[in-house]
C-alpha cells in the first residue's frame, strides 16, 4: 500500500516491510538523517496478536505534530487493512486461519476456486465468504466462479483444510 496521503515534510517518509519471524508489517517513519524513528508492527498471520509501536530517539531526534500525525494515520489505515478479517465471526477466523495454512502447505490451484466457494457456502454467510476469499487468495469471489465443484472436490479440500486444523466445525460433515 502506498502512502496515501504526501508527507508533511519533505525530510521524512514511510518505509513498509514484512518481518517473516514475525508474521507482521512493520510500518517505519523515517527521516533522512535518522531512520526508523517510529515503527509500528501490525501482525497479520494471528488474530490474537495485537498491532504495536516502537518508538526510537536516536541522538533526541524530535518529530515534528503533523508528521507524527501523519504516520499514525498512515499506521491505522494498514491496521484496518491487514486486521478487518479478525473481527470476521470466530468461524471465519479460523476458516482464515486453516485456510492460509492449507494454501502455504499444499498451493493453491485455480481449479480449487469453485469447491472453496462450495465449502465456504455451506459453512459462512455470503459477505464472509467474501471477506474469508479476500483475505486469503487477494481476489474477489468472482474469480473463482466456475462450473459446480464434483463433490469429490470439496470433500479434498475439506480434508486439506482439517488438516491444516480448521476449527470451525463445517469438517465434520
Known sequence: MADARPAPHPDYRITRTYALPEDAWRIELDHRDASRLVTAVIPDEDPAREPSFHVFAPDGHDVPYEVMVWFMAEAADEVRVLRAWTRLPAAAVDTVVALREAVAADGWADEDGPALLALLSGALPGDQVAAVVLEVLGVGTEALAGPPPAPAAVAALRERMAG?????????G
Do not use: P
Open 164 to 172: 491444516a486444523g480448521w476449527a470451525s466445525g463445517t469438517t465434520d
